[in-house]
């Protein structure tokens, strides 16, 4: 069994900015489809591309807002994670 005993603050961090990113992708893009497919507004294509279109525009913030957001949490809950590991001596993992 191994031990893990600390982890690296900015790696943690950067990971989670990553994935803050991803789901601000999966907001701006994937819910906007799945919102006019759900309206049935497929009927007239280019009305549906236009309106998909606009909201992926007005949204773009989102995906850098998430991986700001992302980046910030990862690395205080990868400080945190330290702190505890400290105090626990570590966690034991066990890899095949």
């Known amino acids: 069994m191994k031990k ?3 982890v690296g603050v900015l790696s943690l961090a950067n990971i989670a ?3 803050g990113a991803l789901t601000g992708v999966i907001k ?3 819910f906007p489809v799945l919102a006019v ?3 049935g507004g497929l009927g007239d294509l280019d009305a549906a591309i ?3 279109g606009d909201s992926v525009t007005a949204n773009i913030k ?3 807002s998430f991986g700001v957001a992302g980046w910030f949490g990862g690395a205080a809950y990868a400080w945190l ?3 505890v590991l400290g105090w626990r001596k570590g966690l ?3 890899f095949k």
């Open 62 to 64: 989102d995906v850098i």
């Open 17 to 19: 900015a990553l994935l």
């Open 28 to 30: 701006v893009v994937v």
């Open 92 to 94: 034991d993992l066990e």
């Open 37 to 39: 497919i759900a309206g």
């Open 50 to 52: 236009g309106t998909i």
């Open 81 to 83: 994670l330290n702190v």
């Open 4 to 6: 893990l005993t600390k």
